[in-house]
Every structure is written in C-alpha cells, then in structure tokens.
T-cell receptor, first 115, second 108 residues
Framework: GAVVSQHPSRVICKSGTSVKIECRSL??????MFWYRQFPKKSLMLMAT?????????EQGVEKDKFLINHASLTLSTLTVTSAHPEDSSFYIC???????????FGPGTRLLVL | EDQVTQSPEALRLQEGESSSLNCSYTVSGLRGLFWYRQDPGKGPEFLFT???AGEEKEKERLKATLTKKESFLHITAPKPEDSATYLCASNTGNQFYFGTGTSLTVIP
C-alpha cells in the first residue's frame, strides 16, 4: 500500500511556541491531504482539507489562524500550531488521498504535548 | 444526512471465536467503503476498499463484505494480535465520513 510519513512523531514544547508538523506522501502524488485530531479513545476529528496550491478548507470550529496549513507540493503538507497552549495537546494525524484508488492513506501520527 | 455508524462500540472475543463488526452507512453516491485498523498511538492502517454491493475482499483472518446499506468485517478465528480499533469510512467523492470505530479485544 501507499506510504505516508509524518515528522516529528512526538514533540514537547512550551506554551506560546509554534510547532510545525510535516506530512509526506512517499510513493504517490497527493493533490489532497487531510489533517485530523484525535483525543484518547475517540474517533478521528477532521480539522481541515488541504489542496495543493490553494488555501486549506477548515472545518467548523477550527481556527485557521491557529492551525496554519500549507500544501506547497504534491507530496508535502505542513500543519503549524501557532502559539500553542496546553489544550492543543493531542494526537495529530494526516492522510493523503490517492485519486487513482480513491483511498486515503494515513500517516503514523504526531503526539504533541504542550507544557 | 450522510453518516456512518459502527457497531458494536466494543467487542471482546476469546481467541478463536469468530465474529463480525458492522458498519451502516446512509450516504448518497457511495464511491467506496473503507476499512482501517488502528492500534493505540498510531495512525489508521488501510485494510480494504469495497466499491459495489456484493463485493468481498479478504486478508488473512479478515473478510469485508458490502451491501447497499452496510458493510461487515468478519474476523475468523481471531488471535490476540488482531486486537485493535477498526474504523470504517465512506467516500462520496466530495467527502469521507468516518465511523467512531469498534474496539476489538481478543483474549488469549
């Protein structure tokens, strides 16, 4: 199956700092990537849909100035959590859409802890 | 309203005890029904895509089937390593809808 990587896998930061998470599709081109947030023992919560070369589409209730998304190439999307606060601590997962198979492939996730 | 519902929410099986997980969907214009496996602290791992009613796919002890209203993930003679959360999702072409998952525990 297709491979999607995320970096870093874990990050601890101080409150007020910004954190960037990278999502890469390694063996296919993804015009669309998705960013999810997952709370313990809960299902995936879609935060935003990222389309290559255009602005991301954010789900209701997700602050676009807080969670900056850039999708500058067909294999890379980044999520920047700006001025992070403890309530931003969570598991963030990206996925990339393979249009040939119309399937989403997920990255391994990034565990963010804001102190 | 388009939505995907999974049941049961949690399932405990003895090793070797076969069972099925259910995914009901009410979406218009289904363009794929997906099953994923998620282990704690990891991203979902793709298992199957089903595109039309009557289609079946198998992988080791898992078999996924699809009707016009629901999909089943059959687990035959499960082993403890099959313990995970299983997610289903539907694709309408414009949007993916995820269920809340079934947490499967297989007891040795």
């Amino acid at each position: 199956g297709a491979v999607v990587s995320q970096h870093p896998s874990r990050v601890i930061c101080k409150s007020g700092t910004s954190v960037k998470i990278e999502c890469r599709s390694l063996d296919f081109q993804a015009t669309t990537m998705f960013w999810y947030r997952q709370f313990p023992k809960k299902s995936l919560m879609l935060m935003a849909t990222s389309n290559e070369g255009s602005k991301a589409t954010y789900e209701q209730g997700v602050e676009k100035d807080k969670f900056l998304i850039n999708h500058a190439s067909l294999t890379l999307s980044t999520l920047t959590v700006t001025s992070a606060h403890p309530e931003d601590s969570s598991f963030y997962i990206c996925s990339a859409r393979d249009y040939v198979q119309e399937t989403q492939y997920f990255g391994p996730g990034t565990r963010l802890l804001v102190l | 309203e388009d939505q995907v519902t999974q049941s049961p929410e949690a399932l405990r099986l003895q090793e070797g005890e076969s069972s099925s997980l259910n995914c009901s969907y009410t979406v218009s214009g289904l363009r794929g029904l997906f099953w994923y496996r998620q282990d704690p602290g990891k991203g979902p791992e793709f298992l199957f895509t089903l595109y039309s009613a009557g289609e079946e796919k198998e992988k080791e002890r898992l078999k996924a089937t699809l009707t016009k209203k629901e999909s089943f993930l059959h687990i035959t003679a499960p082993k403890p390593e099959d313990s995970a959360t299983y997610l289903c999702a539907s694709n309408t072409g414009n949007q993916f809808y995820f269920g809340t998952g079934t947490s499967l525990t297989v007891i040795p």
